[in-house]
């Protein structure tokens, strides 16, 4: 079993078939085939099933996979450490939409001029999504919103954010509960984290007894906020990102509307690359602010 076998098989499993795993590693159709079959001659086992048309891994096929990922990582880790070479290749990054809006422009701008010859691959999702393909394997690294009680993941604690409620700007003060007991509650779908906290603080009533508008995009949800349409919960340092001229800000609970959010990653599995985004924010985060930059918009890294 060589590596090479190992990252085309991986290109196939992520891709979905050997066309388009083609397509990704540059080489041709045929030669991918070839090396899959050689693969599964190999161990003596089917990594493959045909459904429809696309290629899913069989319960061989998974095992393997999980081995992969660790070998491959486990390879680019002893060669940079040998070489102390700069990381170098793909970083699987999953982030908050918030996040990604509000938070990360600057760090992967940092990022990609400090280590050019990584590829970031970025995902956005739900909190528990990402949780998900973290754990899987399918991301390397996530910003998602809570710190995961899974002992398999490590965390580290990096932006404090501040929920509020939001409403057209012509509505008075959102106090309680009873104060939205006739409206629309836009919000993202379920395994979002900050939907856990609407949920927290409408009590007993919960969300399953109003109106709820599923989105997956904030600037859709603040758009229709500002429209009338119903209420939200959203981050305020989206807010500072995106004309919120006509939306008015509702405070919540501080124990409710203050949160610390984490980048996750596999312990003792973290690749090159994510050591490298680690000591990076840590080195953000540690900065003296400077009072003078009033150009720059969004929340510092804290």
């Known amino acids: 079993m060589e590596l090479s076998d190992l990252r085309i098989f991986k290109a196939v499993a992520e891709e979905g078939g050997i066309l388009r795993a083609a397509r990704k590693l540059h080489r041709v159709q045929s030669n991918v085939t070839t090396r899959i079959k050689r693969l599964e001659a190999s161990i003596g086992a089917q990594l493959f099933f045909r459904e429809r048309q696309r290629l899913v891994l069989s319960p061989n096929g998974k095992l393997l996979l999980a081995y992969?990922?660790?070998?491959?990582?486990?390879?680019?880790?002893a060669q940079a450490a040998i070489s102390r070479r700069s990381p170098a290749g793909v970083l699987r990054l999953g982030?908050?939409?918030?996040?990604?809006?509000?938070?990360?422009?600057?760090?992967?701008?940092?990022?990609?001029?400090?280590?050019?010859?990584?590829?970031?691959?970025?995902?956005?999702?739900?909190?528990?999504?990402?949780?998900?393909a973290v754990k899987d394997r399918r991301l390397d690294a996530a910003f998602v919103a809570e710190s995961p009680r899974d002992k398999a993941l490590t965390s580290m604690p990096l932006f404090r954010e501040t929920l509020v409620l939001i409403s057209a700007g012509d509505r008075p003060r959102l106090v309680g509960p009873r104060d939205i007991r006739?409206?629309?509650?836009?919000?993202?779908?379920?395994?979002?984290?900050?939907?856990?906290?609407?949920?927290?603080?409408?009590?007993?009533?919960?969300?399953g007894a109003m109106r709820v508008l599923e989105m997956s995009s904030y600037h859709a949800i603040i758009a229709c906020v500002a429209s009338g349409t119903g209420v939200a919960l959203v981050p305020e340092s989206v807010l500072n990102v995106v004309n919120a001229e006509r939306i008015a800000r509702h405070p919540l609970p501080k124990a409710l509307g203050e949160l610390v959010t984490p980048l996750i990653w596999r312990a003792a599995e973290a690749?090159?690359?994510?050591?490298?985004?680690?000591?990076?924010?840590?080195?953000?985060?540690?900065?003296?602010r400077n009072p003078t930059a009033q150009h720059v918009r969004g929340p510092p890294v804290v």
Do not use: M, Q
Request: charge should be negative.
């Open 68 to 77: 992969a990922d660790k070998l491959l990582n486990l390879a680019e880790e």
């Open 95 to 132: 982030a908050l939409e918030s996040t990604s809006a509000s938070r990360l422009p600057v760090v992967l701008a940092r990022f990609h001029e400090t280590f050019p010859e990584v590829r970031v691959e970025l995902l956005t999702g739900t909190n528990d999504a990402l949780t998900a």
């Open 182 to 207: 006739d409206d629309s509650l836009i919000t993202f779908p379920n395994g979002c984290a900050y939907r856990r906290v609407l949920e927290r603080w409408l009590g007993r009533r919960g969300l």
């Open 271 to 288: 690749s090159p690359s994510v050591i490298a985004l680690c000591e990076l924010l840590n080195e953000k985060r540690k900065a003296p």
